[in-house]
């Protein structure tokens, strides 16, 4: 008996379980950002409000163990990083447990890390504007008011109509004005080491813009451009990442996980005070007594301008092609993707974009084509034919580059300089496809889209079943031969038949294609039929 007793006690005297010892990781030492584009984005431009793209991060830092168990903190990582993502490698005893901090340092976070703590209130007179200070301590927490205890008694904090300021001795445990991510590890020595932390983050994305320049004015059907292109990337965090290896990856990418809706950045809270001049919490108060809680924090400030260079300018893109880039971003394979590395290190900062030329190439060459479309969903119309300039994606044409989807401006030499011709879109092309660059949205041709002859004249419903006859015909305005192709239907929807001309297959359409003599005319006709 006597024995269990003695047992109980020693197990009622246990010591409790240690608590881990913070450590802080140092800054990041080496750091490489690798961004992916926004794979539902397609050609459209980015929104810098909304960045649906992410990125890879992995940064490099050196932590100091003490021997047994101990807590990580890693300062200032993304704010939108997707923790279950976090991998940290180079830690001796592996890890613990992971943590991503949801409180970072506010008016909110310091009053509640505060409470049952001392601070200094300090108060204004109003008609003397001398100020006088007491110790106090915090009895409430910030959500709905702010109770001091001082030598007076219990006070709410602004609530009594003259101004107050509270000073804090210092930050509560745990808080951090960056966002925090912590692991619990385990060392049997201690000791210093090096480790890195790699990590998913969104609230980036990357685009890719072509500047092209023929080499001289005219219609003629070959033609030769010089062609620049630069990578932006945008970083929508309000985080810097300083001296970074950057890296964009093109190609598109299946990604079924939600980043944005995994990130949940930490939010600051603000102070909520609420004062009862009127009445009292007993007694309760009337409607409309309570003041008004403070006005919504004004919204962060906007990122730079929706396009690098302003309408107004755009000569000054032609002047940054025109410039011999001394810094390129190198083309490497990627499995089936394509990853562009700038060669030296940067800044990405945080709310901003990064611009780094990736392409030049001085003598393209390639075909001008008008193009109509006469399709039988758009009907009989007039239309002014569309002018592009066609290529094969090989070294032989100037090429032979993959060629990221983007936006594309295209400058005509004059008398007056550069012009501005067109500007499009246009689609990931990889080495050996053919590429397409608009340049023009109207010409001096001129296509009509008409139907044939038919038993009844009032007849226009081309989906019954039957078989109509439709007709083209092109009008050359210009001083030159013009190469037209027609588009004449989706054969996957449309029976074509009875082509005047040969026709043939591109980017999924029937079309006849037509030379047009210098201020000549050209008639096709065919026929087709919508089938049950």
């Known amino acids: 008996m006597r024995r269990i007793l003695i047992l109980l006690l020693s197990c009622g005297l246990a010591a409790p379980a240690a608590a881990r010892d913070v450590v802080m990781a140092s800054a990041p030492e080496k750091m490489s950002v690798t961004v992916y584009r926004d794979p539902n984005r397609g050609n459209d431009a980015m929104n810098l409000s909304w960045l649906n793209g992410f990125a890879l991060v992995s940064e490099t830092r050196t932590v100091t163990l003490p021997a047994g168990e101990s807590t990580i903190r890693f300062d200032n990582v993304a704010e939108s990083m997707v923790a279950v993502s976090a991998i940290v490698t180079g830690l001796p005893g592996g890890t613990i447990e992971k943590n991503r901090n949801a409180d970072v340092l506010s008016p909110a976070a310091l009053v509640d890390g505060s409470l049952g703590n001392r601070v200094t209130i300090t108060r204004t007179d109003p008609a003397t504007g001398r100020e006088t200070s007491e110790r106090a301590k915090v009895m409430t927490r910030a959500d709905g008011g702010i109770v001091l205890q001082t030598s007076a008694g219990y006070e709410a904090v602004r609530c009594a109509g003259i101004p107050e300021k509270l000073t804090f001795d210092r930050v509560p445990e745990g808080l951090s004005p960056n966002p925090v991510y912590t692991v619990d590890t385990r060392s049997e020595s201690g000791g210093t080491y090096t480790v890195t932390l790699t990590y998913l983050a969104s609230g980036f994305d990357w685009n890719a813009h072509y500047v092209a320049t023929f080499a001289k004015a005219g219609l003629e059907r070959e033609r030769k451009l010089r062609l620049s292109a630069w990578l932006t990337v945008a970083n929508g965090n309000g985080q810097s990442f300083a001296d970074a290896e950057l890296l964009a990856v093109a190609g598109k990418l299946e990604v079924r996980s939600d980043y944005r809706g995994l990130s949940r950045p930490p939010r600051g809270q603000p102070l909520r005070l609420t004062c009862y001049p009127i009445g009292s919490t007993a007694a309760g108060m009337p409607e409309g007594s309570i003041l008004s809680?403070?006005?919504?924090?004004?919204?962060?400030?906007?990122?730079?301008?929706?396009?690098?260079?302003?309408?107004?300018?755009?000569?000054?893109?032609?002047?940054?092609?025109?410039?011999?880039?001394?810094?390129?971003?190198?083309?490497?394979?990627?499995?089936?993707?394509?990853?562009?590395?700038?060669?030296?290190?940067?800044?990405?900062?945080?709310?901003?974009?990064?611009?780094?030329?990736?392409?030049?190439?001085?003598?393209?060459?390639?075909?001008?084509?008008?193009?109509?479309?006469?399709?039988?969903?758009?009907?009989?119309?007039?239309?002014?034919?569309?002018?592009?300039?066609?290529?094969?994606?090989?070294?032989?044409?100037?090429?032979?580059?993959?060629?990221?989807?983007?936006?594309?401006?295209?400058?005509?030499?004059?008398?007056?300089?550069?012009?501005?011709?067109?500007?499009?879109?246009?689609?990931?092309?990889?080495?050996?496809?053919?590429?397409?660059?608009?340049?023009?949205?109207?010409?001096?041709?001129?296509?009509?889209?008409?139907?044939?002859?038919?038993?009844?004249?009032?007849?226009?419903?081309?989906?019954?079943?039957?078989?109509?006859?439709?007709?083209?015909?092109?009008?050359?305005?210009?001083?030159?031969?013009?190469?037209?192709?027609?588009?004449?239907?989706?054969?996957?929807?449309?029976?074509?038949?009875?082509?005047?001309?040969?026709?043939?297959?591109?980017?999924?359409?029937?079309?006849?294609?037509?030379r047009v003599p210098a201020g000549g005319e050209r008639k096709l006709a065919w026929t087709v039929r919508y089938p049950d």
């Not at 730079?304 to 390129?328: H, L």
């Not at 075909?367 to 109509?372: K, S, T, V």
């Not at 990889?430 to 023009?440: K, L, P, R, Y």
């Not at 001309?501 to 037509?514: E, L, P, S, T």
């Open 293 to 514: 809680p403070p006005p919504a924090p004004p919204p962060p400030p906007a990122m730079m301008a929706q396009e690098i260079v302003v309408t107004g300018a755009r000569r000054e893109m032609k002047a940054m092609a025109d410039e011999a880039v001394s810094v390129m971003a190198i083309e490497e394979a990627l499995g089936d993707l394509k990853l562009y590395r700038v060669p030296m290190a940067v800044t990405v900062a945080a709310k901003s974009q990064k611009q780094v030329a990736f392409l030049n190439l001085d003598s393209v060459e390639g075909e001008l084509f008008h193009r109509a479309d006469c399709s039988p969903d758009h009907g009989p119309r007039e239309q002014l034919a569309d002018v592009v300039m066609r290529s094969r994606n090989l070294e032989k044409n100037g090429l032979g580059r993959a060629l990221p989807a983007g936006g594309v401006t295209v400058f005509e030499p004059s008398a007056y300089g550069p012009l501005l011709l067109a500007e499009d879109d246009v689609e990931d092309y990889a080495i050996g496809q053919e590429v397409e660059i608009g340049v023009s949205a109207t010409s001096q041709v001129k296509v009509t889209c008409a139907l044939g002859p038919r038993e009844n004249p009032d007849d226009y419903d081309l989906y019954d079943g039957k078989v109509h006859a439709l007709e083209a015909t092109i009008v050359n305005g210009s001083a030159e031969a013009a190469e037209v192709e027609v588009r004449i239907g989706n054969p996957g929807q449309w029976e074509l038949t009875k082509p005047s001309r040969k026709a043939a297959m591109q980017d999924g359409f029937r079309i006849i294609r037509v």
